[in-house]
Each structure stands twice: as C-alpha cells, then as structure tokens.
C-alpha cells in the first residue's frame, strides 16, 4: 500500500529554519520523481520543488537558494530544508509522487508551517 507521511511542520520566527521529512512505503523514492508542494491559506496549491529518480532538483523560484530536497535511500524518506524562512512560506506542505504507466496520484497529510514573530 502507497504511503506519504509528512512530518516536522511547526511554528518558526521569520528568518528560521525548519526540516519537513516525507516516510514513503509502498515504493521506492529512488525510482520515482518525488516533490513538495504549498497551499497557503486561501491559495491555490503551488509547487515547491521536486527531486528526480537521478538525484536532479529544481525549485520553484519563490524557494530557490533558501529550501533543499535531500533524498535518505536507507529510510526512504525525501526531506525539505527550509531556511530563511519568510511569512509568505506559511502553508501546508504536501508530499507527491505519480506512479505507474496511468500516472496515478498520491500525497501526502500534509504538515503545517508557520512563520510569524
């Protein structure tokens, strides 16, 4: 059974740091692309960054040079390091995957972050 189980969401001050990790079962997340997705209050779910079977990753530009997608084989598990955290990161990060030939979907709970003083 396919499984993503985010953690590590909280309350930070701006300028913080926080690292989110997405526990997979059910496959393995060295053989799939893997990303990390936002939906902020009232907004529309936006895409975060994403990491691919080869260990390429891409950020959205909102996030580039401030968050990391790091990869754990050993405990397939994909984390998200977020630092400099500003308010506008406050959201629900989700965890995603697509597998199999029909493209099927999957995410995550979600884990919640917020940034405020």
């Known amino acids: 059974q396919v499984q993503l189980v985010e953690s590590g969401g909280g309350l930070v001050q701006p300028g913080g740091s926080l690292s989110l990790a997405c526990a997979v079962s059910g496959f393995f997340v060295s053989s799939v692309t893997m990303a990390w997705y936002r939906q902020a209050p009232e907004e529309q779910r936006e895409w975060v960054g994403s990491?691919?079977?080869?260990?390429?990753?891409t950020y959205a530009d909102s996030v580039k040079g401030r968050f990391t997608i790091s990869r754990d084989n050993a405990k397939n598990t994909v984390h998200l390091q977020m630092n400099s955290l500003r308010p506008e990161d406050t959201a629900v990060y989700y965890c995603?995957?697509?597998?199999?030939?029909?493209?099927?979907?999957?995410w995550g709970q979600g884990t919640r972050v917020t940034v405020s003083a």
């Open positions: 995603y995957a697509q597998l199999g030939v029909r493209g099927r979907d999957y």
């Open positions: 990491v691919t079977s080869g260990g390429i990753t």
